[in-house]
């Protein structure tokens, strides 16, 4: 099963909410930054983000992957 972790740039505000949640480092945030950054790797699909957006900015989907034929 694979995951997509998706920002919503028009509802992100750059609050860095989702970097302070994330526990894992799957979420990069500096000062320089105007939007967060998905580190994949780090990612465990908690939910935690998403759910802690006030502004529902992140979106976390299952992806279908296509079989080979
Ligand atoms: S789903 Fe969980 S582990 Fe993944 S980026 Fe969000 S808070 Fe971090």
Known sequence: MEWEWKL???AC???G???DVCTVGAIRMTR??????PVPLNCT???????ECPFDAIE???VRLAAFK
Do not use: K
């Not at 320089?32 to 950054?37: G, H, L, Q, V």
């Not at 699909?45 to 759910?51: A, G, I, K, Q, R």
């Open 32 to 37: 320089e930054m105007p939007y967060p950054e």
């Open 8 to 10: 919503i740039r028009e």
């Open 13 to 15: 505000t750059g609050c």
């Open 45 to 51: 699909f908690c939910l935690d983000c998403p759910d």
């Open 60 to 62: 976390i989907h299952e």
């Open 17 to 19: 909410i989702s970097a």
